[in-house]
């Protein structure tokens, strides 16, 4: 995966004051820091920041961060937004090697079609949008799919049945449900109306035996 170079200002002033000029600036405030670099306060161009971050690779995109003279190997990490305007406050710049194996998050991507749970009038449930993930930065897939044709009603997919990319290793319970199939819910509540009617019926007949 290649890295997308962007441009980070060093030495600006801390502090909310600071930050809302920041902003009204047109600027994302943040932090570089990893492999025993002090942090270290930047600023990068919001506009560029959003074109860099919105390529395939997403969150996991690869930043050549071009620092005083100096070219750190990056990922974007603790993204704060606006709670309103969703629009990115601050970013933590983490320093990576391209030898060394990291975490990650990638979106998982349901492929196929779960032809059995459409013809039982079911319902495909995905629990699980996000996989956790170790890897060499530049193997962090963009997504990862898992294919549900095999997918009927009453049963689930786990973490083992997402087919990962060589070098990359899923980093949680193997045996985590991703997507289950459900039965259709007009027939669960109908049954439910049923047993309710049932029941109701049985309670009418003992009150009728009771009285005889």
Do not use: C
Request: aromatic share 2%.
């Amino acid at each position: 995966m290649p890295e997308i170079t962007l441009a980070a200002e060093v030495g600006r002033t801390t502090g909310s004051s600071a930050t809302r000029r920041l902003r009204t600036e047109g600027k994302i405030p943040g932090v570089l820091y990893g492999h025993g670099l002090e942090p270290v306060p930047v600023a990068v161009d919001a506009r560029e920041f959003r074109a860099a971050m919105s390529g395939e690779a997403g969150l996991n995109t690869l930043l050549s961060l071009e620092v005083d003279g100096r070219s750190h190997l990056t990922l974007a990490r603790d993204i704060q937004r606006h709670p309103v305007r969703n629009t990115v406050a601050h970013v933590d710049f983490q320093i990576v090697r391209r030898d060394e194996v990291i975490a990650a998050e990638v979106p998982i991507v349901l492929v196929g079609e779960a032809i059995e749970v459409s013809h039982g009038d079911g319902i495909v449930d995905q629990l699980l949008f996000t996989l956790p993930v170790k890897a060499r930065p530049a193997d962090i897939p963009s997504s990862v799919d898992l294919d549900i044709s095999s997918l009927t009603i009453g049963v689930s997919l786990h973490v083992s049945d997402i087919v990962l990319p060589a070098g990359v290793e899923a980093d949680t319970d193997p045996e985590t449900p991703v997507v289950s199939g459900i039965p259709p819910r007009v027939q669960t509540t109908a049954e439910e109306g049923g047993a309710e009617e049932g029941d109701a019926a049985s309670a009418t007949a003992e009150a009728s035996t009771s009285e005889s």
